[in-house]
């Protein structure tokens, strides 16, 4: 189903607004993905039995699926980069070519013409590219919750500063998690933030 996410972007390279195609998908394992695109609107359903539906506009990619499951990212310039919850997959979408990685270090690779015509073929990954692509995500998610912990460490901080040189000792910053930060006391910051 994610292949058929990237055709709105196959024709011309980029969304198509204000005007109907039908997309016909073939893969290498003989299945195949039927749907429609209007103005931004998506409606894909294969031979499976599967439904995704959703919106891609201005690059960007909103679906959800008849399983419940959700794809969100961004597809501009020919540069792919979606989410959902079996992982990442990132490539190129040009010229009539197909490149994709995908998270569990499998690739798609694949033709498509103008006329909406898909081919596509997976190939699996290694157990060895697998594990070094989960590895790879855990690292990279550990690293981002690191720098997010500092950025909203440092937003907090930001407006318990703002909210003490506003009201003064008197002043108070409650906090998402439910803390309340109070200007007068001492290392309030160090308190509700640990590090």
């Known amino acids: 189903m994610k292949k058929a996410i990237l055709l709105l972007f196959l024709l011309g390279g980029r969304p198509l607004f204000a005007q109907s195609t039908t997309v016909f998908i073939r893969d290498s394992n003989g299945n195949q993905t039927v749907g429609t695109i209007d103005d931004g609107n998506v409606y894909f359903h294969d031979s499976n039995g599967n439904v995704a539906f959703g919106t891609i506009r201005d690059g960007n990619v909103f679906l959800t699926t008849s399983k419940g499951e959700t794809t969100f990212g961004t597809v501009k310039d020919g540069n792919v980069f979606l989410t959902d919850q079996k992982g990442i997959t990132t490539g190129t979408i040009r010229d ?10 499998s690739v798609t690779t694949g033709t498509y013409t103008r006329s909406g015509d898909v081919y596509t073929s997976t190939s699996p ?14 690292d990279g998610y550990a690293v981002g919750q690191g720098i997010g912990s500092m950025i909203y460490r440092a937003r907090v901080r930001h407006a318990f500063k703002k909210v003490c040189k506003q009201y003064g000792p008197s002043g108070w910053l409650r906090l998402a998690n439910g803390a309340t930060m109070y200007c007068n006391q001492p290392n309030a910051i160090g308190i509700c933030l640990p590090a």
């Open 125 to 138: 990954g290694s157990v060895t590219q697998r594990q070094t692509v989960v590895q790879n995500f855990a």
């Open 96 to 105: 009539g070519n197909i490149f994709l990685s995908n998270s569990d270090g």
